[in-house]
Nanobody, 123 residues
């Protein structure tokens, strides 16, 4: 199982970015997916999450500006970020709790992280 983020970059305040997370492997079901972010010297924090049924949850600073979504057929998770602020600058990580099929054809539940994609909001 591998999670690969993309879509990060540099943007001016007020701009937008769309982050993507590609979940690959013999995925049976993604139970929970989330976007987290981390800045140096601080703990990684949850930004937004989505369950298998599509229920979403947002950290207060992202409410009204960020939208998490997923494509079950493609095993993709997205984070649309609008009206970005300098304080949104961080490395953004994708996380998933999922069930995968092993090479031995057994179901395995695990928690996985991507390596992160940097987002810089600066004028």
């Amino acid at each position: 199982v591998q999670l690969v983020e993309s879509g990060g970059g540099s943007v001016q305040p007020g701009g937008s970015l769309r982050l993507s997370c590609a979940v690959s492997g013999n995925i049976v079901r993604i139970h929970f997916a989330g976007w987290y972010r981390q800045v140096p010297g601080r703990e990684r924090e949850l930004v937004a999450s989505i369950t298998s049924s599509g229920a979403t949850n947002y950290e207060d600073s992202g409410k009204g500006r960020f939208t998490i979504s997923k494509d079950n057929d493609k095993n993709m998770v997205y984070l649309q970020m609008n009206t970005l602020k300098p304080e949104d600058t961080a490395v953004y990580y994708c996380h998933a709790d999922l069930t995968a099929l092993t090479e031995a054809s057994e179901y395995e539940v695990g928690k996985y992280w991507g390596k992160g994609t940097p987002v810089t909001v600066s004028s």
